[in-house]
T-cell receptor, first 115, second 112 residues
Framework: KAGVTQTPRYLIKTRGQQVTLSCSPI?????VSWYQQTPGQGLQFLFEYFSETQRNKGNFPGRFSGRQFSNSRSEMNVSTLELGDSALYLCASSLGSLPGQDGYTFGSGTRLTVV | GENVEQHPSTLSVQEGDSAVIKCTYS??????FPWYKQELGKRPQLIIDIRSNVGEKKDQRIAVTLNKTAKHFSLHITETQPEDSAVYFCAVPAGGSYIPTFGRGTSLIVHP
């Protein structure tokens, strides 16, 4: 079966712009989490969605937002981009109703570069 | 939130040697302990996990051991091969939210 699909794979944006990233989880996985990965900070939790509801949110500014649709696909949006937002954004889905309790399946990520 | 410390940050071994990576955590309510492997330019992948009712779990050349009293768990790789070269992450779910906190990662380099 298909894995976790993230689009686009690469993005280059200018400071001040906004960006939307997409994630399609494995079929049947209803919990979708987003992480930001950088060399300096490692894997930082952004937010988690389950049945179209944001259940958990990490310590990121309000410029970072997301949503989940009825088919479990999720999007995250970053507005007013800053240079420090350059990172690999990873989406992860899990089978159980509790995030990560059965292990995550990660997507390949979206590499965002802000110039 | 959960405090996770992972050591060492870098580990260099010769092919055939064993490698051990350790994670310590703070929340005694945590009950699920996975390890992920991330090869260069690729996604993290779950390679082994253990639950709190088990002390050790093996899968071919890799094993995970858990010491709940001391709040640490370790990844053991035996007979290392060059394809084991990658960054390894531990993760611990916070007791309340179940959101995993990841360790900072260990870069394992296996020299042929």
């Amino acid at each position: 079966k298909a894995g976790v699909t993230q689009t686009p794979r690469y993005l280059i944006k200018t400071r001040g712009q906004q960006v939307t990233l997409s994630c399609s989880p494995i079929s049947g996985h209803r919990s979708v989490s987003w992480y930001q990965q950088t060399p300096g900070q490692g894997l930082q939790f952004l937010f988690e969605y389950f049945s179209e509801t944001q259940r958990n949110k990490g310590n990121f500014p309000g410029r970072f937002s997301g949503r989940q649709f009825s088919n479990s696909r999720s999007e995250m949006n970053v507005s007013t981009l800053e240079l420090g937002d350059s990172a690999l954004y990873l989406c992860a889905s899990s089978l159980g109703s509790l995030p990560g309790q059965d292990g995550y399946t990660f997507g390949s990520g979206t590499r965002l570069t802000v110039v | 939130g959960e405090n996770v410390e992972q050591h060492p940050s870098t580990l260099s071994v010769q092919e055939g040697d064993s490698a051990v990576i350790k994670c310590t955590y703070s929340d005694s309510a945590s009950n699920y302990f996975p390890w992920y492997k991330q090869e260069l330019g690729k996604r993290p992948q779950l390679i082994i996990d253990i639950r709190s009712n088990v002390g050790e779990k093996k899968d071919q050349r890799i094993a995970v051991t858990l010491n709940k009293t001391a709040k640490h768990f370790s990844l053991h790789i035996t007979e290392t091969q060059p394809e084991d070269s990658a960054v390894y992450f531990c993760a611990v779910p916070a007791g309340g939210s179940y959101i995993p906190t990841f360790g900072r990662g260990t870069s394992l380099i296996v020299h042929p």
